[in-house]
């Protein structure tokens, strides 16, 4: 019978340095290995002269060379090497499911029970709907390590000869292990090696957090493995991936210091005195295993959610090896919904170890020296956007030449556009940051369905809903708004070095934030309550997304020549095995020098298996047996060589792993008046806009003296570095192959892109916080006035109790205090240093705080640390036409509604009367070059409809609508504000309010775009009146040709026009007496007026964009049904004559075929030409069309018409005897511009 599996092995990536002399020694150019510096948690204690916005200080490398003078390898007060950090120092990276956490919203809850059970977390207990779970939860991590250590010290590479070595050792590490200060076992350890920093609340009650010993916690613990046992009597911490608090913690080795790392110093006896070996080939294992069985991934299994191991594992991203063939005995394991157990294991073989002489190869150096060398660094908008930069700046060759030709098709897919053109701007919606903008109600019409026009009543209730919604919307991020503030009130007064700061209007902040969240209570209860109410609408609306609010990311740095840290299937699903399918050994041997009795004994069998397996693979490659596989990383990695080592073995190589970046950079504020919207071009890319320095302008003329200094650190994660090789996997998979021929013509080019991108070096990552500085805002770990754990929610800790704040006060800030006001804990000169009051408010240096980034900068420091976007209905109105020029000039324009009367309920035409007695201008200068601008246009214009294109638009050409259109620049919040105590002045330029603030021009339209359907606009009044808001004698429009006339005027930068920021306060609405309905209409009404409108001649049947730069393209777009409604109603329509025909007219008038305002000759059951009658007009299908004949009136000056038939005539002249009788009338195309029976089938969609 086949051996029953039992436990879970999960495969860990292993790295080993050697650190010595000659490692912290090197050229200029080469690595530096830094100085350790530790987070700080005496930052955590609310003490003026403590506190500080984020516990770990920038990487320190002045002193790194020489040797001598680095603190690192150095006793620098004894002058003495640090021995026992001399060695070979291992890391291990935590498997990806373990940096997963779950959250949930109070709304999500129950379901995410469900999914907090699939990852193996604790149930949500939706049962208690007053527990709050947005605070994630993630997996407890391996708390318990054995380090193997394998070398052959009497093989000649061990060296001093005749040392006292075990040929294996083993040691036992707890990385959950609290330690203090205090401890007298730590009264010679090093702190910065042997133990870790860690914050020790994640155990305790609110009320029992010490804030002043958090710099004295530390958790790590090593021993000897045949002299350590388990002692369930230490104090422990709960270990999870995010629990110190510490971004950085899991993956910086001297941040985990006998945690998830530790150092081989490679202790021996030399005639029976400690020492050191100084040369050695080591080979290393790790096991690691959860202390308590029910914290593993596979230790919590609710029978009662019936989910399976394989449900587990899926969960967690896993996937069994050989997985596409797996015998009974594993398919039965993977379907039980038992507990089990897993052990981690990781190896990394033949280290070479030399106390002495630097590792043959070391990439780090490579990396510094291209660095230094090349300076190949780029910045960009995203981090395609960055390569391309770089790309096309430097001559490259090879793969980078290959993505330097389609980096047109890169680009536009990075944008989101079609990959046959870049038919956009480089700002569109991938290089902004984006806010909720809020709900919106509409009724919502199936798909395969025309939509229905709501009752009068229905649409007045619709209207209710959308103005409560949208001030709901703006009180619920005013709100937020208002809680970070509270709390930077609260991190003032912590920070303040004052005995006796000055008064904050907390209380005032406090009694508005509760008024706000009673006030989106109330709207919320009224939106609920209506939006369900049946007795008010027949069918219920839906709730829809508005736009998002956008601000401009962060700037993209890119550092090219420089590989990434991470294994290249880090993203993969981790490939676990079972104990049954590890690798045997052969033959046997001893192996309790592992010290496997150390461990749980439910685990010991499955690590003697590990152990053997290390051993075999040790001496050489094995063929495994069907259905065993050897280990993750003992391969190639999934883009690697055959010819590369192996992932496991040391190869002579020094590890390399970016881990994060640290920046700093001067920021040079340009002035406003010295920018301005600008069009670029790159290569095969159609034009965009963009802010740029106005062309011409000099800005070494300049003298900038608005400098600011800023700095940041970037975690250097997985995702960047693989973005480039799924961007180019997407493109070849969606791309017409006859299209990336045009751009790689070879098959060995396209092969060279699609296979061997991912080798291109280069580290990628915003600049995090850049913009945040600028408006005085810090990033970083700090302390919070809130502690917050999983399934507890908020609670406020009592030593933050300060002045005015207290619990209320506290539990009011909640969750907001990611970001730290910059208060007096920055400040931006040496001079400021010493100073004691805050600068003047009428100090006429330049103001830090820039509320709009308009600028450049220049990096300074650069360190690379490793771990390491017309009449509805259709009724004829009105024509205008040219008139010959011995005509009289009245003949040009045709009454009011003809050839019928006014319709019962007459539209609002004012200002469409207004343009058209323009055109009927006696000279006509303004209706030809209204003509020419949109034949013009139409040189541009995209396809149409199909429905409309089908058997119209070659006879009566392409419809042109006048509409009202409004853009507005609307704030989330209120604007931001100086957060500085140091230097408090108001910017020069503001956002809102005062006499100085900023304009921006926005690009309406684009001719080089046929997707765009701009033709022309007119701006408003400074007066408006009611039928006459537009002024017509300007027509802003790209189609001017080579010499506008008249009214015409080429939109160019010296016209855009200019948007102005808003924001409206939503508590002022009910501050004036208002209830919340009426506030709402109110807040609805001011925001209506907000709009700046155009009139606007556009192509219907394609978007208006708005082109900023500083947020995404904006696009306005009429609903498909206005214009399919009106085309269904709208028939071609032609005045004709006087036309001279061979016979004559119906003589009689019949007042009962006289045509309605609302006759229809559509469909044929209701058509009303007159039967038998038959005007003789050439080349036309009689059938198709009906001549509109007019009669006198006997009851009106107006005539009436009726609808005669065509007769066949030809156009061969039959010289009938006269008379002949001249004829003026209409022609009309029976059936509709588009039919209902093509709007149903979906055919009359937008193009």
Not at 35 to 45: E, G, H, K, S, V
Not at 354 to 372: I, R
Not at 712 to 731: K, Y
Not at 907 to 930: H, S
């Amino acid at each position: 019978m086949a051996e029953q599996p039992k436990n879970l092995t999960i495969p860990l990536k292993l790295d080993a340095f050697v650190f010595n002399r000659s490692v912290c020694n090197g050229n200029e150019d080469d690595a530096k290995i830094a100085p350790i510096t530790q987070p700080n948690y005496t930052f955590l204690q609310l003490n003026d002269t403590l506190i500080q916005p984020d516990i770990l200080d920038h990487v320190d490398l002045h002193n790194a060379i020489p040797a001598e003078s680095n603190p690192r390898l150095m006793d620098l007060g004894q002058g003495t090497v640090r021995s026992n950090r001399v060695g070979v120092y291992l890391h291990w990276i935590l498997p990806r499911f373990y940096r997963s956490g779950a959250a949930a919203s109070p709304s999500g809850a129950p379901g995410h029970t469900q999914r907090r059970q699939q990852k193996g977390l604790r149930a949500s207990g939706a049962e208690n709907p007053a527990n709050d779970y947005s605070a994630p939860e993630f997996p407890a991590l391996p708390n318990r390590w054995v380090e193997i250590r394998t070398l052959y010290p009497n093989d000649p590479t061990t060296a001093p000869k005749g040392a006292e070595i075990d040929p294996v050792e083993a040691w036992v590490i707890e990385s959950d292990r609290l330690r203090s200060i205090d401890d007298e076992a730590l009264s010679n350890a090093d702190l910065q090696v042997d133990i870790s920093p860690y914050i020790t609340s994640n155990k305790e009650s609110i009320g029992n957090i010490n804030l002043k010993k958090q710099a004295e916690a530390f958790i790590g613990y090593k021993q000897r493995a045949n002299q350590w046992s388990e002692d369930p009597s230490k104090a422990r911490v709960d270990l999870t991936a995010v629990s110190s608090s510490n971004q950085l913690f899991v993956d910086y080795q001297p941040h985990c210091s006998n945690v998830f790392s530790t150092v081989d110093t490679f202790a021996c006896k030399i005639n029976g005195t400690d020492s050191h070996l100084t040369q050695a080939v080591a080979s290393y294992y790790v096991i690691g295993w959860h202390s308590e069985a029910a914290d593993g991934p596979f230790g919590k299994m609710d029978p009662s959610s019936h989910l399976t191991r394989r449900g587990r594992m899926d969960a967690l991203s896993m996937a069994m090896k050989g997985e596409k063939e797996l015998p009974e005995e594993i398919k039965k394991w993977l379907g039980s919904e038992d507990p089990a157990q897993i052990l981690c294991h990781g190896a990394m073989y033949d280290v070479e170890w030399n106390a002495s002489t630097l590792p043959p190869k070391v990439p780090a150096n490579d990396a510094s020296q291209t660095l230094t060398d090349s300076m190949s660094v780029a910045v960009g908008t995203t981090p395609i956007d960055s390569l391309l930069a770089y790309i096309e700046s430097h001559k490259t060759e090879g793969l980078e030449q290959d993505l330097r030709l389609i980096a047109p098709l890169l680009r536009a897919q990075d944008e989101g556009v079609d990959a046959h053109r870049a038919a956009t701007d480089e700002v569109l919606n991938w290089n902004f940051a984006r806010e909720s903008g809020g709900q919106y109600w509409l009724f919502q019409s199936p798909d395969d369905k025309p939509a229905v026009k709501p009752s009068d009543t229905e649409a007045a209730y619709l209207e209710q809903l959308n103005r409560a919604q949208r001030m709901l919307d703006g009180t619920s991020r005013q709100i937020l708004q208002l809680q970070w503030q509270l709390f930077s009130y609260w991190w003032q007064l912590a920070s303040s070095p004052e005995a006796s700061p000055p008064p904050m209007p907390v209380e005032a902040l406090t009694n508005r934030i509760n008024k706000l969240i009673g006030l989106a209570q109330t709207l919320q209860t009224f939106i609920d309550s209506l939006s369900r109410d049946t007795s008010k609408f027949s069918r219920l609306p839906q709730s829809g997304v508005l736009r998002e609010f956008s601000q401009p990311r962060d700037p993209t740095l890119l550092v090219a020549g420089i590989s990434a840290g991470w294994p290249d299937d880090y993203l993969d699903r981790l490939e676990v095995r079972l104990d049954t399918q590890l690798v045997g050994a052969t033959p046997s041997f001893n192996v309790s020098p592992f010290c496997i009795d150390r461990l749980p004994q439910p685990l010991q069998k499955t690590a003697q298996a590990l152990v053997e397996e290390f051993v075999a693979l040790r001496v050489g490659e094995v063929t495994p047996p069907k259905y065993h596989y050897v280990p993750l990383y003992h391969d190639h990695g999934k883009h690697g060589l055959a010819t590369d080592p192996l992932r496991d073995q040391w190869g002579k190589t020094q590890p390399w792993a970016p881990l994060f970046l640290e920046w700093q950079a001067d920021y040079f504020h340009i002035p406003w008046k010295d920018w301005d919207l600008v069009q670029e071009q790159k290569g095969q890319l159609d034009p965009h806009w963009r802010f740029g320095i106005t062309p011409g302008t000099d800005l070494a003329k300049e003298q900038i003296k608005d400098i600011r200094s800023l700095s940041g650190r970037i975690l250097l994660l997985p995702q960047p570095s693989f973005s480039l090789q799924a961007a180019i996997d997407q493109l070849f998979n969606s791309i017409d192959p006859e299209v990336l021929k045009k751009y790689l013509p070879t098959k060995e080019q396209r092969d060279n892109v699609l296979y061997n991108t991912y080798k291109l070096p280069f580290l990628s990552a915003p600049l995090d916080g850049f913009t945040d500085h600028l408006l005085t805002l810090s990033h970083g770990t700090h302390i919070k006035p809130n502690a917050r754990y999983p399934g507890e929610g908020v609670q406020p800790m009592v030593d933050a109790y300060k002045g005015p704040f207290h619990y209320n006060e506290l539990k009011l800030i909640g969750i907001h205090s990611e970001m730290t006001p910059y208060a007096s804990l920055v400040r931006f000169t040496a001079e400021q240093a010493l100073m004691t009051t805050a600068v003047s408010l009428d100090d006429p240096s330049p103001v830090p705080f820039k509320p709009v980034t308009h600028g450049q900068f220049r990096f300074k420091k650069l360190n690379i640390i490793d771990k390491f976007v017309f009449l509805p209905d259709g009724t004829f109105y009105r024509e205008v036409r040219i008139a010959s020029p011995t005509a009289p000039q009245h003949t040009s324009t045709s009454a009011k509604w003809l050839p019928f009367n006014p319709p019962a309920t007459s539209p609002d035409t004012g200002q469409l009367d207004q343009l058209l007695n323009k055109l009927a201008d006696p000279d006509q200068t303004y209706l030809l070059a209204f003509l020419d601008m949109a034949n013009k246009s139409l040189e541009s214009s995209s396809s149409v409809p199909s429905a409309y294109a089908t058997f119209m638009n070659s006879l009566v050409g392409r419809p042109l609508a006048l509409v009202n259109a409004g853009w507005s620049l609307e704030l989330a919040t209120d604007a931001k504000s100086n957060q500085s105590t140091l230097d408090p002045r108001p910017p020069k330029l503001g956002l809102l309010g005062g006499q100085d603030i900023y304009q921006f021009p926005v690009k309406l339209g684009d001719e080089n775009r046929a997707s765009d359907g701009l033709v022309g606009y007119f701006k408003t009044k400074s007066r408006l009146k009611a039928g006459d808001e537009l002024d017509l004698s300007k027509i802003f429009t790209y189609y001017t040709g080579n010499n506008p006339t008249g009214p015409l005027e080429e939109i160019s930068t010296t016209n855009f026009p200019d948007f102005q920021a808003f924001w409206l306060k939503p508590d002022s609405y009910i501050e004036r007496g208002n209830d919340a309905q009426q506030g709402a209409q109110e807040f609805f009404r001011d925001w209506n007026c907000a709009f700046q409108v155009f009139g606007m001649i556009i192509d219907p049947f394609v978007p208006v964009t708005a082109y900023s730069s500083m947020l995404p393209m904006n696009n306005l777009r009429l609903p498909p049904w206005t214009w399919q409604k009106a085309f269904e109603k709208m028939t071609a329509f032609f005045h004709m004559g006087p036309t001279i025909v061979s016979d004559d007219v119906q003589q009689y008038y019949h007042s009962d075929k006289a045509l309605s305002a609302d006759y229809k000759l559509y469909p044929p059951s209701s058509d009303q030409t007159i039967e038998g009658s038959a005007v003789g007009i050439p080349s036309l299908q009689s059938a198709s069309w009906a001549w509109l004949q007019p009669f006198i009136n006997a009851t009106s000056d107006n005539p009436q018409y009726m609808a005669l038939g065509l007769g066949k005539v030809d156009s061969k002249p039959k010289y009938q005897k006269g008379p002949y009788t001249a004829i003026e009338g209409y022609l009309q195309l029976k059936a509709p511009i588009i039919r209902p029976e093509d709007a149903a089938s979906g055919s009359a969609g937008p193009g």
